[in-house]
């Protein structure tokens, strides 16, 4: 009987199959049209017959939400096939009532809830209205707020209800742990981002979303210290002041390490894998460790190009002990073969080459991707850059270079700003940091930099033009001229330099050398230090400035590790009416610690001319960003009847802690300020000392980054003041 009725069926859809439609019949609908249905389908009559195609029209129909049910029976004629389909459509939302909305109006939640009166009743679309509602009581701090529907049908019509049970706005009035045996509250609630209300200061808010990555913070906390089995849970009470939240802590057994063992193909030496790993016998076993070992072992093998090197952590239970076993499969050595660049539509592929330090037949290593990486971020053309291998085969492997440029890299700037040491300025400045002097009338794609800048101030009046063209006949070598104008008027007197500059040099892997021919025509002006009013008139400089700089930074944009050394020697006397000879270093060593990036910058600059042959221009001045904060901007160093003389030496030593508050855009800093000026460098005497905190904002179209500081003078004179903030910023709009 089963193979009859096997072959009965085939037989049936055989025929089915062949046959047309001649009829669609639709039955049971009365506020859908029949018209409306047909578009929904893709069935048609004079088509020849598809079950398939058609099975799934009825699922299409039953998606709509129009209907309750939808079956269907196709009838065999004699001149084709007949499409029956019955229809029980959804009831009409008549009404539609909000209960328990104290919070919102109606009106209000209506126009959330999407679905109106005089709509077929689709469900999903009632689900999908209430979770809208339950967000913006979610918004408004009412998280723990209920709201559900129900749906009361009499024959062909109904009204759907919207209940909502609203708590009062959720404040968490306490916290309270239960079976943390091994830690104290306090320790955990400071892992917390929910805290308990204490007005004025603490609001107490309770986010839902908060409270579940708090959890997992304190499961984490135990996973680090060795209780791996730990189970941590919440519970929620609601009190007419606020609500109680009882974290539940199952602790579990504390676990140690135990025996390390590799195994595998290891290829370096023991005692070099080992220093990659974290904890050693007995410690407390910490997950994060664990998973940082597993990273480092993998960087090890990967930086000698063993890229598709797997690192895999055995771990055997004892006990409260560990063992760890470390196997370790590197697979080949890979080789790049070809460098693809994609995604860029502006940025010629030769400025994008360039800065990847992967060549054809390189050894794939993963310090050269960070760099290649590291590289094309500095840039700032890019809001996304994406370096990986595609492999061709064994040991072969193509480098993909995928990016996305950003919108705009060149930028007319209309603003203004203050500066602790300029004051309030305006500014006109249109800079394309993707420039290229070959491709007009766009001028894009060709990673020069040309920049034109007007700026007006309390102080300063300045204009500047300036090109740079970073590879010279595609070589590593920078050439670029400026023309400028630029006006300084301070206290004691007035500074007006015009002149021409020409800029080039040489860049190596981790070395620069650079040169720069300068020209320049100086008055000085309105003096009001006594011993220097002869000095007023113009003067003439031409000088020639050599650097030479070393750097191991990770990043030359935001800097989180490694160190750099620039040294500068300006010979003033190619003629014209100054001559001395100007030597500046300039050291910045950044370092991370988990969360926080120690950095120190060491500023030593030397004139080989007794004081009163430099101009009053030319000297060093210390105080404020830069040097000590603390201090009055340019008061550091000689005096001479209350009047700042600067001097022809300056030492200045920062240390920062960098804690990053929001990516590499905002910092929290602290930092210890050391130095001064010297008229004569007898030793580093009199060394005046500042400390403070402050905030620094990097924007990626600004130049330098906006910084506010607030500085304690820990050696102030009588009569000076012991703080001070220190502002540097500017603005567009």
Known sequence: MKRILLVYLFLNFVLLASSKIIKINISGNKNVS??????????????????????????????????????????????????????????????????????????????????????????????????????????????????????????????????????????????????????????????????????????????????????????????????????????????????????????????FVGEIKLEGDLIFKEEEIRKNILMKRGDIFNTNKNEQSIKNIYQLYANNGYIKCNVECIPEMKGQTINLTYFINPGSVYFAEEIKIKGNKITKDKVIRREIKLEPGDKITGDKVNKSFSNLRDTNYFENIQIYPEIIEEGKANIVVNVKEREKTGLFLIGGGYSSIDKFIGMVSIQQTNFDITNPPKFVGGGQNFSLLFEMGTISRNYKLSFTEPYLFDKPIYFGPDIYRLRKEWDTWTETSSGFDLRFGKKWENFTLGFKFLTENVELEDVDIPSLKITEGEKRKNSITTYLTYSKLDSERFPSQGDKIKISLEYAGIGGDIDFLKTTLENNFYYPFKNIIFHSKTYIGYINKDLVDIPIYERFFGGGIGSVRGYKERTLGPREDGYYLGGNFIFAQNFEILYPLYKDVLYGIGFFDIGNVYEEWDGLSNLKKGIGAGVRVNIPFLNAPIEIYYGYALDAEKGESKSRIHIGMSFGF
């Open 34 to 255: 029949i018209e409306k249905i047909l578009t929904l389908i893709k069935v048609k009559e004079g088509n020849e017959f598809d079950e398939n195609l058609f099975k799934k029209d009825i699922e299409s129909l039953i998606k709509t939400g129009y209907f309750k049910e939808v079956n269907y029976y196709v009838e065999k004629k004699e001149i084709g096939l007949e499409l029956n389909i019955y229809l029980k459509e959804n009831p009409i939302i008549e009404k539609i009532i909000f209960e328990g909305n104290k919070v919102f109006k109606t009106k209000k939640l209506k126009e959330i809830f999407g679905v109106k009166e005089g709509d077929i009743l689709n469900e999903e679309k009632v689900i999908e209205g209430v979770e809208k509602i339950r967000e913006l009581y979610y918004k408004k701090g009412f998280q723990t707020s209920e709201i559900e529907y129900k749906v009361e049908t009499f024959g062909e019509k109904c009204i759907l209800k919207v209940e909502i049970l609203e708590r009062p706005k959720d404040y968490v009035k306490e916290i309270l742990f239960e079976g943390n045996n091994s830690f104290k509250d306090r320790k955990l609630k400071k892992l917390m981002k929910i805290k308990e209300r204490r007005m004025p200061f603490i609001k107490g808010t309770y986010k839902e979303d908060t409270l579940n990555e708090d959890i997992n913070r304190i499961k984490n906390f135990y996973n680090e210290n060795g209780f791996i089995e730990a189970k941590v849970e919440k519970e929620i009470e609601y009190d007419k002041r606020g609500l109680i939240i009882k974290i539940l802590i199952n602790e579990g057994k504390r676990f």
